[in-house]
Each structure stands twice: as structure tokens, then as C-alpha cells.
């Protein structure tokens, strides 16, 4: 039985080696070469002697779809390991004063550096605007003088409001979500942006009003 | 059927330039075909292309060299993951140290590390203990045997260089009592014997700021300079040593006859 197993074997085999489809005559051949080798090798006492080829393949299954569990865990583990469970970055929701502390008519610099916005105040609402220039992703400064925001990048120009007029820049810069906490104070989250040209700006949550 | 389409697959595979600019031999069928794909390999030509079947017995190779280099692997990969969170300076390294145990995914990787250092140096031990019993430091081994002792003490710097890396009160006191015996380190110590004799006058050529300690604290204690040194040292100097060296070491193991085979 395992005879017969084996013969069948060496025919796929002498096919596949010589690139060509198997004919009666070759796999015989083949055949009586293979076990001429399998007897010869008994009396040497190599491998086949002790394990069957096919509980080898068996063996040599299990062992492969272990080592593939075993390496799709550990790329698995190693992939998790590069997602931190704790950022060392300012938070993406965080209060920023009272109404009081903003002067109508002005753009309020003083959380640029830590939060990433301008504090806008006009004389109807108040208004968080991101200081991400919408070209490239630069910063761009606040120009006193000339009441715009100037990107030192590229160039790119936008008005007190936030909409560009000039430079590369495709879009007006973004709003996040601005609203008062209970203790009075405004509270500015970073993960809810409000787009002009999508017509967000109209979002009640886009701006305070005061 | 699906046993036919399956070798169809494989005939295929075979067949494809993909294949054959890889692997170069098509799919290997005899035991010439099977050599050769295992010597145009890189990665499979490190392995021998066939080995006697005793020389992989345990009861002599105790497989303790195997599981040094399998070690040292582990050591790599999770040391590389390490760096990733851990910042070797004075006001970080302790507390990223911390983090790494109690907020970084996978709390264990230190843990790894560290354990997995310990094994390294007790198997580097055991192999060479290994190899002396059973005389596998003779002729035409002994140059292998060298190129092994100098691997153990490479094995135990990088354990000692990543000793001070967790800058906790243990770390920066045993590298300090570490450093301090290379203070006797002869001529090259300010301390050592020898020492006083490179002068040239009043001028002493090896003196506390300038002696083998010094160079390897890159200071006068254990400080933000000792810090960074060692860390350079335990992630790139030592391991890239010890790479070349482990390859002279395998390297010659085969042209020496194989591990435990006669020469």
C-alpha cells in the first residue's frame, strides 16, 4: 500500500522535473530508480528507514501551520506595539479662558504654540481658527499691520475671518468646535472642523456667540 | 482532481520568471536541484545543504549555540521595538522605562529583553562549557574557539552596557562600581600599574581625566554623557561587532567540519 503511494509520488515527481507531462514509460523508470535508492538507503540506515514519507509530510504540515500561527501572531503583536496607548501630546479638547479675556476686533495669539489656534473675537460671536495653512500644512504668522494671516511657506494670504484671498492656497483655513463650559469658561475640541467651503461655518457649533 | 490542480499550481509557479529570479533552480526535485537551491540562497546557504544525522544529537550539542544565536534574535527584535519608546537621557530614561512596563501596548517587551539577556549569557556559558568537555577547541578548531571568547566578552559588555540604560538607582550604581575597576585597568587606568610610568616629567599622560575610565563614562561619573555613550554602545557598537564576528564564527564552524562533525 504505501509501495503504491510512493510510485505515485515519483510519477507527479519525473513529470515535474523534466517540465514535461508524464508518459507511461518515464514514471516506471522512475519508479525502479526511486525504490532502487529507497533499498539501497535501508541498508545505510538514512531517513527513510525510520519515518514513513507520509508521516513526515504529516509532521511536516502540522509544523508549518504552527510556525505560520506562531509568526502571524508575533507580526500581529509587533504591528499593536506601534499604536501607543498614551500620547505625550497636548489634548484635542481643552479650555481656553473666559469671553471676557478676548478683545472684540482681535486676533488672540497666545494658544498658537501649545493648541495650534487663534482666538478670533468679532463683535458678535467668538471663533477657533486652526493655524494649519491649507497649502502644505505650514504655519502661517499673524500680520498686525497688515491684518492677515501671511504663510512664510509659499505665501499664502487669509483674512482675519479665515478665507484666503491670496497665495497658493486652495481653501480658507478651518474652525474647530467652540462652545462655554459650565464654569463659564470656553472650551475649544479640536477633533470637530468646521470647513467654509463646505458651508460649516453656518454650525452653530462653529462659533460662540457673546 | 484538486491534487492535479494543485501540482498544475506549483508547475507553474516554477515556471514564472518570479520564481527563477529568486530561487534560480525551479522547484527542486532531485538532490542535485535541492543543493543548489539551498546554495543560491543567501538565507538557506547559511544552513549546511545536508548534515550528518548525529552531529545534531542534543545529548552532544546540547543545541546551545543554536539557542544563543536564536536568543540573540529575540534580543535584536525586541531591543529594536524598544527603541522606539525609550529616550536614553537623564530626565526621560527612567520614566519611559516605566512606561514601557505599565502604558505601552504589549507590557512584556522589556520584560523579554531582559530575560532574554540573562538566558543569552547562560547559554553562551553553557556552549563553551559544552565545547571544552568535548574537546571541540582542538585543532583545527582553536582559531573558532578564540573568535568564541571574544563573542563572550562582547556578550557581556552588551549586558553590561544595557545594564545603565534603565537609570534607576541600581544601574547607575553598579556602572559606577563597573567603571571604577577600569580605573586599575594596567597603563590604560590612572590607577592601574603601569599607570605612573607614561610620564614625561611632571607630566602624567594618564590621569583621571584622561584614562580609560574617562573614555568609557565620557566623564567623571556616571552622568547625561555615560548615558548616551553606553546606549550607543549597547544598540550599535557592540551589536555590529558581534555581528561580523558571529558570522566569522559560523562561518568557520562549517569549513571546520560541521558542528560536531569530524574535521
Aim: charge should be positive; charged fraction near 20%; aromatic fraction near 12%.
Amino acid at each position: 500500500m504505501i509501495m503504491n503511494e510512493e510510485g505515485k509520488k515519483e510519477q507527479t515527481v519525473s513529470g515535474n522535473e523534466l517540465g514535461q507531462d508524464s508518459t507511461p514509460t518515464k514514471p516506471t523508470l522512475k519508479e525502479k530508480v526511486g525504490k532502487k535508492e529507497a533499498s539501497a538507503s535501508i541498508g545505510k540506515g538514512t531517513f527513510e528507514e525510520e519515518i514513513s514519507r507520509r508521516s513526515f509530510f504529516s509532521w511536516l504540515t502540522i509544523a508549518w501551520i504552527t510556525f505560520s500561527i506562531a509568526t502571524g501572531a508575533f507580526f500581529t503583536m509587533i504591528l499593536r506595539f506601534m499604536f501607543p496607548n498614551v500620547l505625550f501630546e497636548p489634548p484635542q479638547s481643552f479650555k481656553v479662558g473666559y469671553p471676557k479675556d478676548y478683545t472684540v476686533g482681535q486676533v488672540d495669539v497666545r494658544w498658537k504654540r501649545k493648541h495650534g489656534i487663534w482666538m478670533v473675537r468679532n463683535p458678535e460671536y467668538i471663533y477657533a481658527l486652526s493655524t494649519i495653512c491649507t497649502h502644505l500644512g505650514c504655519t502661517p504668522n499673524w500680520l498686525l499691520n497688515e491684518q492677515k494671516f501671511k504663510c512664510p511657506c509659499h505665501g499664502s494670504g487669509f483674512r482675519k475671518s479665515g478665507i484666503n484671498f491670496e497665495g497658493p492656497a486652495p481653501r480658507p483655513l478651518e474652525r474647530f468646535k467652540i462652545l462655554l463650559a459650565d464654569d463659564g469658561r470656553i472650551l475649544v475640541d479640536k477633533t470637530k472642523i468646521f470647513q467654509y467651503e463646505k458651508g460649516q461655518w453656518n454650525d452653530p457649533e462653529s462659533y460662540l456667540v457673546v | 482532481m484538486s491534487d492535479k490542480k494543485k501540482s498544475n499550481i506549483f508547475q507553474q509557479l516554477g515556471k514564472s520568471q518570479v520564481w527563477k529570479s529568486i530561487i534560480r533552480s525551479g522547484i527542486p526535485r532531485t538532490r542535485r536541484q535541492r543543493m543548489m537551491s539551498v546554495l543560491n540562497s543567501l538565507f538557506l546557504h547559511l544552513h549546511p545543504v545536508r548534515l550528518p544525522r548525529h552531529a545534531v544529537k542534543l545529548r552532544f550539542t546540547w543545541c546551545m549555540g543554536g539557542l544563543t544565536f536564536f536568543l540573540f534574535l529575540v534580543l535584536t527584535i525586541s531591543g529594536i521595538l524598544l527603541m522606539f519608546y525609550y529616550r536614553p537621557t537623564v530626565e526621560y530614561a527612567y520614566t519611559d522605562m516605566i512606561d514601557l512596563g505599565e502604558q505601552v501596548p504589549l507590557g512584556i517587551m522589556r520584560e523579554i529583553h531582559r530575560w532574554g539577556a540573562h538566558a543569552m549569557v547562560i547559554t553562551v556559558w553553557l556552549h563553551m562549557f559544552r565545547v571544552f568537555m568535548t574537546g571541540s577547541y582542538k585543532p583545527p578548531r582553536e582559531f573558532n574557539w578564540a573568535v568564541g571568547v571574544i563573542l563572550l566578552l562582547i556578550t557581556l559588555l552588551l549586558s553590561f552596557t544595557g545594564y545603565l540604560l534603565p537609570w534607576d538607582q541600581l544601574a547607575i550604581w553598579a556602572i559606577t562600581v563597573g567603571a571604577n575597576m577600569a580605573r586599575a585597568t594596567p597603563f590604560l587606568g590612572h590607577e592601574g600599574p603601569g599607570a605612573a610610568l607614561l610620564a614625561l616629567g611632571d607630566i602624567n599622560f594618564v590621569h583621571i581625566g584622561s584614562d580609560v575610565k574617562f573614555a568609557l563614562l565620557g566623564g567623571r561619573f556616571v552622568g547625561e554623557a555615560a548615558l548616551l555613550r553606553f546606549y550607543v554602545l549597547h544598540c550599535i557598537g557592540l551589536p555590529f561587532i558581534i555581528m561580523i564576528l558571529m558570522a566569522v564564527h559560523f562561518w568557520r564552524i562549517r569549513k571546520d567540519g560541521g558542528i560536531s562533525g569530524p574535521t
